[in-house]
């Protein structure tokens, strides 16, 4: 009898464990190149256990229905064939892989203001996009990859084709077994319609959380409180966890007030304010019970060159920063 209460012990501590194992995820940006293992093993420097894999499809402008992808003018790690690649890779070294294919419109114009202007243009950009991600989901299956993100940061899309959506993610359970979500925009993710459908409720997490233009610690984490209210209820609501399918800070000054802002017009360097602001969201959200984990806004394939002293952009490849992940993602392994 205190073998079997002990072996009963052991399996409900086992299970608790797994189930408070976060996502320490980080953004594997596709390059032209292919991968080797000396790529992905300074992931495990930082403890990270997963990484997205962002292969891309183009489209012209905001109303321009076509959809572009996997063609010979593409980047490597853009084409279904180097995405195969790259998750091979990863999961040789024990990484597990989050497939996120994303739309880049030229010119960089925010996804999220993509619509069309007639019934037509919507059929032509629905099957286009329908075979892009079917493509991928293929891929997604048959390499074994726990998780699929159906979508990232397309707002008046899936607001005004609700029901292209629905068919959607119905054809892709038909094959695809591993999880599903979709990566909102911070301002978005209340709003979106199918969240039950899936297994995440992803977020693409630029919070603004202080207006400093260097903030403390506790100023950070105040900042934080509003929006962890927030979550809470939306994770309540649907019975799903919050999943971070991106997150991230810049090096520079007031980079908590617009997380989101990515130009080249921002000079200033502010290695403080990337630390202080992830290690606020760590402390503050990371152990939060409806919180998944996530993947920190990113990562180059070329670990010795990217990144550094002088670089402002979001990588915290060879920054200070990038000790705070990896001891963060050591505690919540």
């Not at 052991?10 to 292919?34: C, E, M, P, W």
């Not at 990270?48 to 593409?74: C, K, W």
């Not at 490597?76 to 419109?105: A, F, R, S």
């Not at 402390?283 to 990113?298: H, S």
């Amino acid at each position: 009898m205190k073998n079997y209460l002990l072996v009963l012990i052991l399996f409900f501590i086992v299970v608790s464990h797994a189930q408070d194992t976060k996502i320490n995820g980080i953004s594997f940006v596709a390059s032209r190149d292919s991968v080797s293992l000396k790529h992905t093993a300074p992931l495990l420097m930082i403890n990270a256990n997963y990484a997205a894999v962002m292969p891309f499809g183009f489209i012209e402008s905001l109303d321009h229905p076509e959809l572009l992808y996997s063609t010979d003018r593409q980047w490597y790690g853009e084409t279904i064939e180097g995405t195969k690649q790259y998750i091979n890779k990863l999961q040789q070294n024990d990484i597990n892989v989050m497939l996120k294919p994303q739309i880049w419109i030229r010119k960089g114009e925010f996804t999220g203001h993509l619509a069309m202007s007639s019934e037509k243009d919507w059929e032509i950009l629905e099957t286009s996009y329908r075979n892009f991600i079917l493509d991928f989901a293929r891929l997604a299956e048959e390499t074994n990859v726990p998780i699929l993100c159906i979508g990232t940061e397309l707002e008046q899309f899936i607001m005004r084709r609700p029901t292209f959506w629905n068919q959607l993610i119905s054809e892709i359970k038909r094959f695809y077994n591993g999880k599903l979500t979709y990566a909102a925009n911070w301002d978005e993710y209340t709003k979106v319609p199918f969240w039950n459908q899936l297994d995440f409720i992803g977020v693409d997490a630029y919070f603004p959380i202080s207006e400093e233009k260097t903030p403390t610690l506790q100023e950070a984490k105040k900042g934080w409180q509003k929006w962890k209210n927030e979550m809470k209820t939306v994770s309540e609501k649907h019975n799903k966890k919050i999943l971070f399918t991106e997150y991230g800070y810049r090096n520079t000054d007031f980079s908590g007030k617009e997380p989101w802002h990515s130009g080249r017009e921002q000079k200033s360097i502010n290695h403080d304010n990337q630390g202080t602001l992830l290690t606020a969201l760590f402390e503050e959200v990371w152990q939060e019970p409806w919180m998944a984990g996530g993947f920190l806004w990113k990562w180059f394939i070329d670990h010795d060159k990217s990144g550094g002293g002088l670089n402002n952009q979001f990588t915290v490849q060879n920054k200070p920063s990038q000790l705070v992940v990896q001891y963060f993602y050591s505690i919540y392994e």
